[in-house]
């Protein structure tokens, strides 16, 4: 069998959870009864938290200090993650079907620890992982394959054995670089990314429901 670990994205693989870090400017100045400006999201993406929450105090000339605004932004998102946050399709089924093989799963994402184990532990789900990973906590980047290779270390799995879920283009290139498999997953997110994502990865689906669950496990096809 050519599958023995499976590496995840969190967001835009697993849960349908890229928009928060969009909206969260918005609906934070939506509780200040303040209506954000359009494209605010699309700004906002493009900046750490902490740049974001200047923009948003000068823009809008906001009482608040940034380092409030920065809080309450990160409360949005945290709330979002702990009582909103759902799965995409086929990614509960694909989570079951994986533990019934008994193949170890680990999460590598960029989005902090906290944030992940709020969803996963109202879903029911975090158990399922050998670990949750962080580029925060690991201060790292998925630029680089440091987060990778640890999860292939706790999972005692080797780079040509392990496929990575993603839906980042530049995750991707850095994991084919360490010779992982890849899996590419589409959202609407990334847009501008899926023509190049889906010639890079081995195997690109819109959902996670379209997976040739055989074709990871290394079945040969019986089709002629």
Known sequence: MSLKGVIFDVDGVLLDTMHVWTDAGARYLQSLGVKAEAGLGDKLFTMTVDMGAVYVKERYALAQSAEEITRG???VVAGYYADEAAFKPGA???LERLKT???????????TEDYIRMAFD??????????ILSCVQWKTSKAEPKIFFEAMKIMGTKPSETWLFEDGLYSVKTAKTAGLKTVGVYDPVSEKEQAEL?????IYVRTLEELDFD??????SLER
């Open 73 to 75: 932004i990160n409360g």
């Open 92 to 94: 509960r089924q694909l």
């Open 122 to 131: 109202r879903l029911g789900y975090t158990g399922y992982f050998a670990e």
């Open 101 to 111: 093989e008994g193949i170890p799963m680990t999460i590598a994402s960029s989005t």
């Open 215 to 220: 074709r990871l496990l290394g079945v040969p």
């Open 198 to 202: 889906s010639q890079k990865v081995d």
